[in-house]
C-alpha cells in the first residue's frame, strides 16, 4: 500500500497523522500542498474518494476564505476546484489518499488515518 499525505508541517493534525504512517512504517509519499498544490481534478478526485462534497474541503476559517471576493458558488465542483488550486491554504489537511483502493481520509483525528492502514 503506498499513501500521499497531503500535508502541513506547522499544522498540530498533519504532524500527528505524519507520526501515525511512519510508526506503522506505511509507504507513504509527503505532498507539502501549500507548495506543489493539487490540480482542480486532483481535487475533485481526493473528494470523489471521501465521498463528500468539494465543499467539505474548505477551510472555512481562514482569513482567505472569509476574506475572498472571488469564492465561486459554493455548489460549483468544477469553480471550486479551480478555486482551491488557487488557495490551497484553504484546503482541509492532512488528508491520506490510498490511490491504489481509491479511499482517503481527513486526519481529523489524526486515529482517521488507521482505518486506511488496517485494509
Known amino acids: ?9 506547522r499544522c498540530s493534525k498533519s504532524r500527528k497523522t505524519l507520526e501515525l504512517l511512519d510508526e506503522a512504517d506505511a509507504a507513504h509519499t509527503v505532498v507539502l500542498y501549500q507548495d506543489d498544490t493539487p490540480d482542480a481534478a486532483r481535487l475533485l478526485q481526493i ?6 462534497p468539494l465543499a467539505d474541503l474548505l477551510r472555512r ?37 490510498d490511490d491504489a483502493s481509491g479511499k482517503a481520509i481527513i486526519g481529523r483525528p489524526p486515529e482517521n488515518v488507521l482505518t486506511l492502514l488496517s485494509q
Open 1 to 9: 500500500m503506498a499513501l500521499t499525505i497531503y500535508h502541513n508541517p
Open 47 to 52: 473528494a470523489k474518494m471521501l465521498g463528500i
Open 61 to 97: 476559517g481562514e482569513s482567505v476564505f472569509k476574506e475572498a471576493g472571488d469564492l465561486p458558488d459554493l455548489d460549483d465542483d468544477d469553480a471550486l476546484a479551480h478555486w482551491i488550486a488557487a488557495n490551497p491554504i484553504t484546503l482541509e489537511r492532512p488528508i491520506v489518499v
